[in-house]
C-alpha cells in the first residue's frame, strides 16, 4: 500500500487549498481514508474521514472549512480547505484502514492515528497572514 500526498504550498489568510492523496495498493475493498495534520510542537490531529461507502465525518472543530472526499476511479482522496487561517499551517498527512468486509463496522466519527496502518510522507501546508 502506498500513499503520497500533493497539492500543499504556501497561501495567504483566507485563500483555499485542495490536497490530494493517491492511494495504490488496495488490501480490501472496505476502508477508511482520512487526513491528519501536526503542526510544530503539536501531537497530530484528524481532520477527516471517509469511508469506502462514501460516508464522512469531521471532529466539531474541523466542521465548515474542511471537506473531504475521493474518486474512488482514480484512487485519489482529496481534502478541500477554505478560508485558511495561520493556525492552520502544519505538515499535512493521508492515512489510510483496511478492514475485511466481514469485519467491516464503518469508519469512527474521529479518525485517531492510532487506528491508521499506512501513512503518507506528507505536505506541508503554511498559511500567511
Known amino acids: 500500500v502506498q500513499l503520497v500526498e500533493s497539492g500543499g504550498g504556501s497561501v495567504q489568510a483566507g485563500g483555499s487549498l485542495r490536497l490530494s492523496c493517491t492511494v495504490s495498493?488496495?488490501?480490501?475493498?472496505?476502508?477508511?481514508l482520512a487526513w491528519f495534520r501536526q503542526a510544530p510542537g503539536k501531537e497530530r490531529e484528524g481532520i477527516a474521514v471517509?469511508?469506502?461507502?462514501?460516508?464522512?465525518s469531521y471532529p466539531d472543530s474541523m466542521k465548515g472549512r474542511f471537506t473531504i472526499s475521493q474518486d474512488s476511479a482514480k484512487n485519489t482522496l482529496y481534502l478541500q480547505m477554505n478560508s485558511l487561517k495561520a493556525e492552520d499551517t502544519a505538515i499535512y498527512y493521508c492515512?489510510?484502514?483496511?478492514?475485511?468486509?466481514?469485519?467491516?463496522?464503518?469508519?469512527?466519527?474521529?479518525?485517531?492515528?492510532?487506528?491508521?496502518?499506512?501513512w503518507g510522507p506528507g505536505t506541508q501546508v503554511t498559511v500567511s497572514s
Open positions: 492515512a489510510a484502514d483496511f478492514v475485511p468486509a466481514n469485519l467491516w463496522v464503518g469508519c469512527p466519527a474521529v479518525p485517531v492515528q492510532y487506528e491508521y496502518n499506512f
Open positions: 471517509i469511508a469506502s461507502d462514501g460516508s464522512s
Open positions: 495498493g488496495h488490501i480490501y475493498n472496505t476502508y477508511c
